[in-house]
């Protein structure tokens, strides 16, 4: 709260992948984040070989920071992970310009 953080995670089924649904609900999660919440930056951590995850954050604004190693330890062994964000900024930015909000 003291920093206006938020952190974003989500697990889908695979029976519903590829139909657009996390997606829908991502937009909704970050326009209430930055709207109702007033959080400064939306943040995600997604596993390296998680392209599919990869994508819809950055369809929807998102930015790679870098790269945390060994973040995870998951099924006998350490995992690294992108680390994901989004700002307030880039958020309002996006709808000054007459746009859609990312």
Same mark, same amino acid.
């Given at each position: 709260?003291?920093?206006? &953080?938020?952190? @974003?995670?989500?697990?889908?089924?695979? +029976?519903?992948?590829? *139909?657009? @649904?996390?997606?829908?609900?991502?937009? *909704?999660? &970050?326009?209430?984040?930055?709207?109702?919440?007033? @959080?400064?930056?939306?943040?995600?951590?997604?596993? &390296?070989?998680?392209? !599919?995850?990869?994508?819809?954050? *950055?369809?929807?604004?998102?930015? !790679?920071?870098?790269?945390?190693?060994?973040?995870?330890?998951? =099924?006998?062994?350490?995992?690294?992970?992108?680390?994901?964000?989004? @700002?307030?900024?880039?958020? &309002? *930015?996006? !709808?000054? +310009?007459?746009?859609? =909000?990312?």
């Amino acid at each position: 709260r003291a920093n206006s &953080i938020a952190e @974003l995670g989500y697990d889908l089924s695979k +029976k519903y992948w590829k *139909k657009g @649904l996390m997606n829908e609900a991502m937009q *909704k999660a &970050i326009e209430f984040g930055f709207e109702k919440m007033k @959080l400064n930056r939306i943040q995600a951590f997604v596993h &390296i070989e998680n392209i !599919a995850s990869y994508n819809t954050l *950055k369809k929807n604004g998102f930015c !790679a920071e870098g790269i945390i190693r060994d973040m995870y330890y998951f =099924r006998g062994r350490y995992h690294d992970h992108y680390i994901m964000s989004l @700002l307030a900024r880039d958020y &309002i *930015k996006d !709808a000054d +310009k007459g746009g859609q =909000r990312i």
